[in-house]
């Protein structure tokens, strides 16, 4: 079963046009309750968080008229991180956790993820089922069994002291300073008071949403507002998140910025020691560094490579029996700890080592040499194939003859937005740049 409306990561648009309506969001939380109701599950349940976008008002209305017109009773969270509605889905035996958000996309996007009971998002082919829902009629629940709705005031605090548990117990951030820059999203207020709490000396960033600056020239997309914070206030160590936290950027006292590859080798190398790192694997996209993987080969660890989307590696994670994976963008998943990746969490466990061992974040997060690594994005209208053209594929095959034996390209569509994206790793630099250069030229010759 093919899925139309659902993406990578969910249902995505820009707000208040198709799919990311009022109508198109009711519509979901209808199809959405019934399929988890003819699935069954504890008390009929469903919780619902958001971040701090504006358009989260109207889609949360929405989706729990939807949902309570199948007879769901709506758990409502407030603004809280993507993880967190993963944990409290678990937590409070819902049937259904439900998380309003455009991750790292500007104000103007919006999206709606799902997770099912055991606070995992759903499988291609539960979105497929709620997708195929949407074509037909969705039976109502007669008036006697319509679902309630209540607020959760104290969501936020729970998730707050859980992340607090993943922490090492014994150890403590006294005397280290922290810039976190919470993207004026779904953190603002979670990850400042959890570091705080924990001893650091804090300081916030992107802590002032209005509802139109999520990831406006902050967050873990654009690292160079906590960069200047880290260098201005004399910071040990920087931690960036994006607007639903589930996603970071490290930075060292300096301001240099360390990827998701850096800092998965850095736990995978400190759970190798420990014992903790299950089957000696660490699962990442193709996205990742080339590097990484030669990285681990001298660790005599592996690296198990997914479809890019932190979904992909969540499945290959739960089907291998690993635990720990991510993506280059910052998403990391520790299965441990969370069911999806966790911006703050991830956070801590750096924080952590750098308490334990007494090293500066610089030489933390400089676990191995990057091969040259260049992405380029063209932007695409609706309904254009650029890669099937003649031209495009005539190029992509003539430089993956050039680059053979010294890198790898890496062509795909974006799964959340209009956009073709050309990745290529090279040992040389000048061969890297003409390499993306000329398929790029060919791609928005064909768009």
Known sequence: MSRKLFGTDGVRGRANTYPMTAEMALKLGAAAGRFFRRAGGVGNRVVIGKDTRLSGYMLENALTAGLTSTGMNVLLLGPCPTPAVGFLTRSMRADLGVMISASHNP?????????????????????????????????????????????????????????????????????????????NGAAYKAAPGVLWELGAEVIPVGVAPNGTNINDRCGSTYPQTAAEAVVAHGAHVGISLDGDADRVMILDEAGRVADGDQIMALLAGRWADEGRLQGGTLVATVMSNLGLERHLERRGLHLERTAVGDRYVVEAMRRGGWNLGGEQSGHIVMTDYATTGDGLIAGLQFLAEMARSGRPASTLVRQFETVPQMLKNVRFTAGARPLEAPAVQAAIAANEARIQGKGRILIRKSGTEPLIRVMAECEDPALLAEVVGEIVQAVEAAV
């Open 107 to 183: 104000h103007h996007d919006n999206g709606i993820k799902f997770f099912g009971p055991d606070g995992f998002k759903l499988s291609d082919e539960a979105e497929a089922e709620i997708e195929a829902m949407l074509e037909g009629e969705i039976a109502p629940a007669p008036a006697e069994a319509i679902g309630r709705a209540r607020r959760i005031d104290d969501a936020l605090g729970r998730y707050e002291e859980y992340a607090k548990t993943t922490f090492p117990a014994g150890l403590r951030l006294d005397g280290l300073k922290v810039v976190i820059d919470c993207a």
